[in-house]
């Protein structure tokens, strides 16, 4: 090349760099804590603390959210120090994982979080014995029934309800009788007020890891009572899959759901109260998850020299007039004891007192899969073996029990 | 004379350097983008792809070089790279708990390894300097006692000091307080801090207004690449699948592990491993079978709906037309409402019929109605291709056949489908090696399913390898990467072996 050649290529390499050093990108910028979320709470935290600088005075709180929770944990998955967050919310099951991939921090011991926060929310944000996170609000379901259709007060029993859908099948035109919209995650109400379950419960209330509930006596019987017709196939009471558009139409009495769904179902016109499931007799409740979100701090805050900011946020998270807030956005009950003490919203408190008849989401153990496939897909294989191929209530129940024994037992051990 | 772009002499010279200026400050800022996300391998790439470019376009003896570089660059970035890599990884034991380095996993149990006392005692803290050392003034919680703690000791103060509207000491003689601003600038140095008070326990800011009494638990030992549980006494060795476990329990692991390079473990477990081994061959026999069937079908429907229309009959244009739509329309959205119309409950297909065929847990029904959905979604393509084919076909083959008195089921099978075979047959090969690898209809149609998850089943009954590997990978709360990646460089080897056969038999790569 000549030199007037060198002279083009110069000007093109200087103005080249002058364009791009303008916008050159930079990694976390320095005391900017960046806090992951999913649809749902990204918004309610963007209006609670983006750009706050007095939580954690001397760093300023970014909010990212993503398009859904799938999206986050993608996210998650693939992130690394260079573009992770510091601090990441989302369900208790982000415990376990980000403890075993090394990209959750232990959080330093702190009264301010053990005093204010019960023992089962902390044991969801615990894995080895060491906690990871602090629980944010409680993620449970209620049992709603449509007040046009059913009346203003709830059903006593569970064979109240299946006695109403029985009756009003036809007149009614009702496509079935209960709706669990979360799925096999939602349905464990039904389970329990069967006399089902994962596993069995030990008498200080503490889960019997060594007996599977989901093949007992009572539970084969009640299936078949209540659930099955005289030929052994579904009566149609029972729905898991897709059907919260039917509770919206009026066209099934019965539903078990979050707080998130309250607004769309308002917003469909059903009048709806709230409770827990009815169980077999009128003392008795059917049992769903109950677990918390959590706020966890990455192994990334560290990284980015942001780690004592990062705790301060967590402990805000942690925090009655935090969680209040929160709470007051999302609908959610909150899991610190006095924020939870001082909600007044009819719908978060009709989810709070249900949440008191659930029983605590060991997810590690549910997620579980020694023995081939975890609780979620297990249930999955049940509901359709049973309730769409009409195959043996006993023998279908028996082969789930033999997977979920090992995974249980390996939960039991390993942890 | 310079031209580009129909421009000459100095307007053509500017454009170019004009684009050159805009092509480096792209190059240039993903340069320095790379390096700030601290992707070394790839600033270097992009280096390289910066000074190659430059060369080439200023360099007068180049002239080849500038039609190949886009090509050979985007070769290199979008279909070696990802090889590489894909094969590299599949060397290593890359799975949820082994996922980061081994420094940073010995860096996260040493911290991990900080252990509360049984109190969990903590403290509220003013942090600032005391006779030029980082020091602290510590009120514990519950005992509402007053410590002062520097780097040599930690003394319990009774007075001398005032304390803010929350009781907390922040004065002291001596003492001077470090305002957020400058203590969230030094992080480094106040993470740092210990501050000591015997017996292994420490004192160590959680935050700038909070410290916790700890203890360390783990430590680690570089000359002989141990770690040792200080309260146990166990001690931990690395084992080749990444974790360090107890020399006298190989069952207790420490979490996290780190990604450790085996590089024949997961191509052996994938062999091996029955859990594994069992669903991959079935997988394998269904996605041959699918791959195989799906361009048949489509192939055939095809074809025949081009000779039909190769005739003269009314209303061909529009027939023409209405046949590119299902090819127009973005399959996604074909598929979900595909899957919609075979639902059991309220699918039009059963509400057409007045049925409740499940079609999608029955196993066989629903290999049906992936071949069905993917008939519909791909024969346009072969009928725009077997039209083009059929017209190449010399008129006077086919009048000369007559003449000699052929039918015209003979001038299409003796005649016509040779010849319209040995064009079409890279699409075929391509279309093979396409829905070999076609993950959109299985995982919108089916998701893989049905999965008999009680009988052990582990993959869906309309999984293929593809659907299979993304399950593997991504499939749960257990990801495991580095077997996802085998499975992928098996598919390579698969599917590059049998189009490279078939590519042969054909002899197609003859005419070229």
Request: hydrophobic share 45%.
């Amino acid at each position: 090349m000549n030199k007037k050649r060198f002279g083009v290529v110069g000007f093109v390499a200087a103005a080249a760099l002058a364009v791009s050093g303008l916008a050159v990108p930079t990694a976390n910028a320095a005391n900017t804590i960046v806090v992951w979320a999913d649809e749902q709470r990204g918004p309610q935290l963007e209006k609670l603390i983006e750009g706050n600088k007095t939580i954690a005075p001397g760093y300023t709180i970014q909010v990212k959210y993503f398009s859904a929770l799938d999206a986050l944990q993608s996210a998650w998955d693939k992130s690394t120090a260079a573009g992770g967050p510091d601090i990441i919310t989302g369900p208790a099951s982000f415990a376990s994982q980000g403890a075993k991939s090394g990209k959750l921090a232990r959080l330093g011991a702190s009264a301010t979080i053990t005093n204010s926060i019960p023992k089962a929310g902390l044991s969801a944000m615990t894995y080895s014995k060491g906690l990871y996170g602090v629980p944010l609000d409680v993620d449970t379901t209620a049992f709603l029934w449509n007040k046009t259709l059913f009346g203003a007060d709830a059903p006593a029993t569970f064979a109240d309800m299946v006695s109403y859908y029985t009756t009003n099948k036809s007149a009614k035109g009702l496509t079935g009788g209960i709706c669990a919209f979360e799925g096999t995650w939602g349905s464990h109400a039904v389970l329990t007020a069967l006399g089902g379950g994962a596993w069995a419960l030990n008498k200080n209330g503490t889960a019997n890891m060594n007996t599977v509930a989901l093949n007992s006596k009572t539970f084969k019987a009640n299936v078949k009572k209540y659930l099955l017709d005289s030929s052994g196939k579904s009566t149609g009471f029972f729905q898991w899959d897709g059907c919260g558009d039917a509770f919206k139409a009026g066209k099934i009495p019965f539903a078990i759901t979050g707080a998130w769904n309250f607004d769309g179902i308002e917003k469909a016109g059903v009048k709806f109260g709230l409770g827990a499931t009815p169980g077999l007799t009128s003392s008795t409740k059917g049992a769903q998850w109950v677990n918390y979100s959590g706020a966890f701090l990455t192994s990334y805050a560290a990284s980015h020299g942001v780690s004592l900011g990062a705790n301060k946020v967590m402990k805000w998270f942690a925090s009655e007039a935090g969680q209040a807030k929160m709470s007051a956005l999302s609908g959610r009950p909150p899991a610190n004891t006095a924020a939870a003490g001082a909600v007044t919203n009819p719908s978060t408190l009709g989810v709070a007192k249900a949440a008191l008849t659930g029983t605590p989401q060991i997810s590690p153990a549910l997620d579980n899969k020694t023995g081939g496939s975890n609780w979620y897909d297990v249930l999955g294989g049940v509901y359709t073996d049973i309730f769409t191929k009409g195959k043996s209530v006993d023998a279908t129940l028996d082969a789930a029990a033999a997977i979920l024994a090992k995974n249980f037992a390996n939960y039991a051990t390993n942890g | 004379m310079y031209r580009l772009a129909g421009f000459t002499g100095l307007p053509a010279q500017i454009l170019k350097m004009g684009l050159m200026a805009l092509i480096d400050s792209f190059l240039i800022w993903m340069f320095f983008a790379a390096l700030a996300k601290e992707s070394t391998p790839l600033s270097v790439v992009i280096a390289c792809v910066f000074i190659a470019a430059n060369f080439v376009y200023f360099a007068k003896f180049t002239l080849p070089l500038k039609f190949l570089l886009p090509g050979m660059i985007l070769l290199l970035t979008f279909v070696l790279v990802p090889l590489v890599y894909t094969v590299t990884m599949s060397g290593f034991n890359y799975r949820t708990g082994n996922e980061i380095s081994k420094d940073a996993a010995i860096e996260q149990i040493i911290a991990n390894g900080l252990a509360p006392d049984a109190n969990n005692t903590g403290y509220d803290m003013t942090l600032g300097k005391f006779e030029g050392d980082w020091s602290a003034l510590l009120l514990e919680q519950g005992t509402a006692k007053v410590y002062l703690a520097t780097p040599k000791e930690v003394k319990e103060i009774t007075s001398g000091f005032e304390a803010n509207e929350y009781g907390i000491p922040n004065t002291y003689p001596g003492f001077s307080e470090v305002t957020p601003d400058d203590a969230s600038t030094q992080e480094a140095a106040i993470v740092a801090l210990k501050f000591p008070l015997g017996q292994g326990q420490f004192i160590a800011p959680q935050a700038l207004d909070f410290a916790a009494l700890l203890t360390q638990a783990m430590s680690y030992d570089e000359a002989t690449d141990t770690l040792t549980n200080n309260s146990t006494g166990a001690t931990y060795k690395p084992n080749d699948e990444g974790n360090f476990v107890n020399i006298n329990d190989p069952t207790d692991k420490i979490l996290p592990g780190w990604r450790a390079w085996n590089i024949f473990r997961n191509y052996t477990h994938l062999l091996t491993d029955p859990v594994v081994r069992g669903p991959f061959i079935g997988v394998f026999i269904w996605t041959i079978s699918f791959a195989f069937l799906t361009v048949l079908s489509m192939f055939s429907v095809g074809l025949l709906l081009a000779i039909v229309l190769n005739r003269k009959i009314k209303l061909r244009r529009f027939y023409r037309s209405v046949l590119i739509l299902p090819y127009a329309i973005p399959s996604f959205m074909s598929i979900l409402i595909w899957a919609g119309m075979f639902n059991r409950q309220f699918g039009a297909i059963n509400a057409l019929f007045g049925t409740q065929i499940d079609f999608m847990n029955s196993p066989t029904l629903a290999k049906m109605v992936i071949l069905i959905v993917n008939l519909w979604l791909g024969f346009p393509y072969f009928y725009l291709i077997c039209s083009g084919a059929l017209q190449a076909i010399p008129a006077e083959l086919e009048e000369a056949a007559s003449l000699d008195g052929a039918s015209t089921s003979q001038i299409l099978r003796r005649i016509k489908l040779p010849l319209l075979l040995q064009i079409l047959s890279p699409l075929l090969i391509a279309s093979f090696a396409f829905n070999f690898n076609n993950f959109n209809i299985v995982y919108l149609l089916t998701g893989g399913g049905p999965t008999d998850v009680l009988a052990g089943k582990a993959a869906g009954a309309t999984d293929i390898l593809i659907t299979y590997t993304y399950k593997t990978a991504f499939g749960s709360n257990e990801q495991n990467l580095g077997l996802a990646s085998a499975i992928s460089v098996l598919i390579f080897f698969i599917v590059g072996g049998l189009s490279l056969w078939s590519l042969r038999r054909s002899k197609v790569l003859d005419t070229f």
